[in-house]
């Protein structure tokens, strides 16, 4: 989501990076880089003026009093400001601990609130609460059967009330029934509505004013312009907001909203919106953000998503000394399997350190899809002998002819499989004595 | 307002108009062409105080640099016109397919609207809410079927009932997904060659809040089919929509439609002139 502003920031990073000095024009050449990647990334232009003004006294406050390179110190200042906007521990949804939680999703039209607001109570079904969805959205046609039916898709009971039935009736009727149901979460899905709507606001304040409001979750899209702060802002301001939930974080967003309001309302983005299906909600990381942001890669992330899918003895196996150093194409295979239940490839790659993508990307780029890109590799080692798997040193060159034959796929294709898994391998070598749990992912 | 009394420098000047056009969305690199001008002008001569002025030069400066597309969308009635209504997820899509069969409607061409949204849950009963409103008839079909399919029985039952005007609305797609992408080209391959008389527009409805991403947007749309203008959604808030001026400059798509609210009502044509000055407003 957020790889294109850090490609950005990465490329001018390396520029100046091998500098061993920097000429002042240097330094007014890289920060208007980084304003122009950062306005294209939808940063606000308040914040980007802010972080370009510190940028800039920073930079010519200590630039020669350090060891650093100059380009190092301009980098490591850039990454102290992106990591104080954005680098807070994550956020969590706060639960009533004595009686019923009450979550109320709020935003503009089409930011996605009834999408999230089955996704949210799916992921708090599997925290083992017992989540009740209140549909109120009357405006838009047929929004109550949208979620009804992604309700059932949850397997999440909806409370549709009587259709005539003032909303703050209809939300009262929900909180006497879920008491008396025994349900402990309660998620108002509430109609899309300007921030500037007065008369909609004031619905807003009337259900914050009657109930004991937990949580007011404001939904807003990656996707939007300059205008997001402001939107943050008034709905902030008028009908208070604890936190932010930002949706189509699939798309190819830069994620300057994700700065932008951070830096401006101050406020958490607890949680992200990542695909269309109901288990696509994330909790938000913002260091990991700040982190990805300047290429250090998602690793956190993409561990804990691996933890969930592996089992833990094979972890270690993997870190195993023995492992490391007999890598084979068994392994490498066993791999790309296990990377395929984690997500999609993009996802997986987005959370990669900048140095290993690139390999990886190879891999992509070449066979074109992820999907088929999968059943190629499979198609290629499946037509390997049991030797050519456990050794892959002796596969040569009419060896390689056969496999391309067998597999329906062309020599280079062949080429291009064992390139990526000697670079794996060698990659997990230069790892052995470092402690990490997946050393190829590190 | 941009001028005070004690703004008279040059660059304090340039920064404002910098922020005025920027916080409208139109971009860094179309913004920074407009400053070019701005640099050029010799300020002794501009009135700086002088708003109107102002936004005088500015709106020649941009009609200056968008091009200006004469034919907007017409019906012609001796054949089948097909409008292909895509986007992004959230955008108003069916909403907007529901404002357009109203407008054509009251033009006199009664249109049938097509459900191809069968992935969103409620989106056929959602579009027809609102052609019930509009007074037009949507096709019957049931979720989860093959959108492309659903276009199909769409373009027979409007040569059966000897309809001018089709509309279809399709499910909200992110460009980033490979396989939605190639859905929509599958859609358009499936009217191409079931009415290949007919007359298609592939409009792309965007979303006035969004930001620089929309220019990303309408590049990918382009790149799988056809975008024949845009449709431009939500102008009733704060945000300006200043992208699809750069999308006009960058990739020569024009903008047909505005919609401005929750009403049926709620839509107009684009008219560059009055855009551009609630732009800078």
């Given at each position: ?17 091998e500098k061993g000095k920097i000429s002042e024009y240097d330094i007014k050449q890289s920060l208007r880089e980084i304003k122009l990647a950062l306005l294209e990334a939808d940063v606000n232009y308040q914040v980007v003026k802010e972080f370009i003004n510190r940028l800039e006294q920073q930079a010519s406050g200590e630039v020669l009093s350090k060891t650093l390179t100059p380009g190092q110190q301009i980098i490591k200042i850039t990454h102290g400001i992106l990591a104080e906007i954005l680098g807070e521990k ?23 609130k009834t999408t999230t607001a089955a996704k949210l109570a799916l992921s708090i079904k599997n925290q083992g609460f017992k989540p009740l969805l209140v549909a109120v959205d009357r405006v838009r046609p047929a929004a109550v059967e949208q979620l009804l039916i992604m309700g059932r898709k949850a397997g999440v009971d909806v409370f549709t009330g009587v259709p005539n039935k003032r909303i703050l009736d209809t939300i009262h009727d929900a909180e006497q029934w879920a008491r008396k149901h025994r349900f402990d ?123 969930a899918n592996y089992a833990r003895d094979e972890m270690q196996n993997m870190a195993r000394k023995e492992f490391r150093e007999q890598f084979n194409i068994n392994d490498f295979y066993e791999q790309l399997k296990k990377i395929k239940n984690i997500g999609s490839l993009e996802n997986v790659f987005n959370m990669m350190p900048a140095q290993f993508i690139g390999s990886l990307k190879g891999i992509k780029q070449s066979i074109g899809n992820e999907e088929k890109a999968l059943s190629k590799v499979e198609a ?63 | ?281």
């Amino acid at each position: 989501m957020l790889d294109k502003l850090a490609e950005r920031l990465q490329y001018i990073f390396n520029k100046i990076r091998e500098k061993g000095k920097i000429s002042e024009y240097d330094i007014k050449q890289s920060l208007r880089e980084i304003k122009l990647a950062l306005l294209e990334a939808d940063v606000n232009y308040q914040v980007v003026k802010e972080f370009i003004n510190r940028l800039e006294q920073q930079a010519s406050g200590e630039v020669l009093s350090k060891t650093l390179t100059p380009g190092q110190q301009i980098i490591k200042i850039t990454h102290g400001i992106l990591a104080e906007i954005l680098g807070e521990k994550q956020n969590k949804i706060k639960f009533n601990d004595k009686g019923q939680t009450i979550i109320l999703l709020i935003g503009l039209q089409g930011s996605g609130k009834t999408t999230t607001a089955a996704k949210l109570a799916l992921s708090i079904k599997n925290q083992g609460f017992k989540p009740l969805l209140v549909a109120v959205d009357r405006v838009r046609p047929a929004a109550v059967e949208q979620l009804l039916i992604m309700g059932r898709k949850a397997g999440v009971d909806v409370f549709t009330g009587v259709p005539n039935k003032r909303i703050l009736d209809t939300i009262h009727d929900a909180e006497q029934w879920a008491r008396k149901h025994r349900f402990d979460v309660i998620i108002i899905d509430t109609a899309g509505r300007l921030h500037i709507d007065q008369e909609l606001i004031q619905e807003l304040k009337d259900i914050k004013n009657s109930l004991e409001v937990q949580e007011t979750l404001l939904v807003l899209d990656a996707l939007m312009g300059q205008d997001a702060l402001r939107v943050a802002h008034d709905f902030n301001k008028e009908v208070g907001v604890d936190g932010y939930i930002l949706t189509k974080l699939d798309g190819d967003a830069r994620g300057g909203v994700a700065l932008s309001i951070k830096s401006l309302t101050n406020l958490p983005i607890k949680l992200a919106g990542v695909g269309e299906k109901i288990t696509d909600l994330e909790p938000f990381y913002p260091d990991r953000i700040a982190s990805r942001i300047l290429g250090m890669g998602d690793t956190l992330t993409l561990i804990e998503k691996l933890e969930a899918n592996y089992a833990r003895d094979e972890m270690q196996n993997m870190a195993r000394k023995e492992f490391r150093e007999q890598f084979n194409i068994n392994d490498f295979y066993e791999q790309l399997k296990k990377i395929k239940n984690i997500g999609s490839l993009e996802n997986v790659f987005n959370m990669m350190p900048a140095q290993f993508i690139g390999s990886l990307k190879g891999i992509k780029q070449s066979i074109g899809n992820e999907e088929k890109a999968l059943s190629k590799v499979e198609a290629i080692i499946c037509s390997m002998t049991k030797k050519e798997r456990l050794e892959p040193d002796v596969i040569n060159g009419s060896r390689r002819r056969r496999i391309a034959k067998g597999s329906g796929t062309s020599v280079s294709d062949v080429n291009r499989l064992l390139n990526q898994f000697f670079k794996m391998k060698k990659f997990l070598k230069q790892q052995i004595g470092k402690k990490s749990l997946i050393p190829f992912m590190r | 307002m941009l001028f005070s009394n004690a703004v008279q420098e040059k660059n304090v000047f340039l920064e404002r108009v910098e922020e005025l056009l920027l916080s409208s969305d139109l971009g860094p690199r179309t913004t920074n062409e407009i400053l070019e001008y701005f640099k050029a002008i010799d300020l002794h001569q501009f009135k700086i105080n002088d708003y109107n002025y102002f936004k005088k030069q500015l709106k020649k400066i941009l009609l200056d640099i968008i091009p200006v597309k004469n034919d907007t969308l017409k019906i012609d009635p001796e054949i089948l016109n097909i409008i292909l209504i895509m986007g992004v997820n959230g955008t108003g899509k069916t909403s907007f397919a529901g404002k357009l069969a109203y407008y054509f409607k009251n033009q006199g061409w009664n249109s049938l609207l097509v459900p191809a949204d069968t992935f969103r849950a409620g989106a056929i009963e959602q579009l027809t809410c609102l052609s019930k409103l509009a007074g037009v008839e949507t096709l019957r079909t049931s979720a989860n079927s093959d959108p492309a399919s659903v276009v199909f029985d769409g373009i027979q039952s409007a040569k059966a009932k000897k309809k001018v005007l089709l509309i279809i609305d399709t499910a909200g797609r992110l460009h980033t997904y490979h396989n939605l992408m190639k859905e929509l080209e599958k859609i358009e391959r499936v009217i191409i060659k079931n009415a290949p008389e007919a007359r298609l527009q592939n409009i792309l409805v965007i979303d006035a809040s969004t930001g620089q991403n929309a220019l990303i947007q309408a590049a990918t749309f382009q790149k799988s089919l056809k975008v024949s203008s845009i449709a431009l959604t939500k102008l009733d808030g704060t945000a300006k929509g200043g992208i699809v001026l750069s999308i006009q400059k960058e990739l020569s798509i024009p903008v047909d439609f505005i919609t401005f609210g929750e009403k049926i009502t709620d839509l107009c044509q684009y008219e560059p002139d009055k855009f551009i000055e609630t732009l800078l407003d």
